[in-house]
């Protein structure tokens, strides 16, 4: 099995920045392509930005350049750097992690809140 634990989270003005990590610890060989997702109150839960082992990624079209997606194999770690951050950003933040076989493995999220 594989747990992925978020941090990071929390309150930032317009314009500011954050960056998200997530842990994964357990049997990290199994996991392929992980992710960072958002729900913001009222809507579905939808994809930021994924990468690959092998380190390709896709990003979402409403992130137009602020965020940045990296991995860290050697920590077993995740990144997600936010630039520019706008109200609209505001959402829980999850990590996923999809192994070669197809399971996903969620974590518990972290807030993420941008406000004047």
Do not use: H
């Amino acid at each position: 099995q594989v747990q992925v634990v978020e941090s990071g989270g929390g309150l930032v003005q317009p314009g500011g920045s954050l960056r998200l990590s997530c842990a994964a610890s357990g049997r990290i060989s199994m996991i392929n392509t992980m992710g960072w997702y958002r729900q913001a109150p009222g809507k579905q839960r939808e994809l930021v930005a994924s990468i690959t082992s092998s380190g390709i990624t896709n990003y979402a079209d409403f992130v137009q350049g602020r965020f940045t997606i990296s991995r860290d194999n050697a920590k077993n770690t995740m990144y997600l750097q936010m630039n520019s951050l706008k109200p609209e950003d505001t959402a829980v933040y999850y990590c996923r992690g999809v192994s070669y076989g197809g399971s996903n493995f969620w974590g518990q999220g972290t807030q993420v809140t941008v406000s004047s």
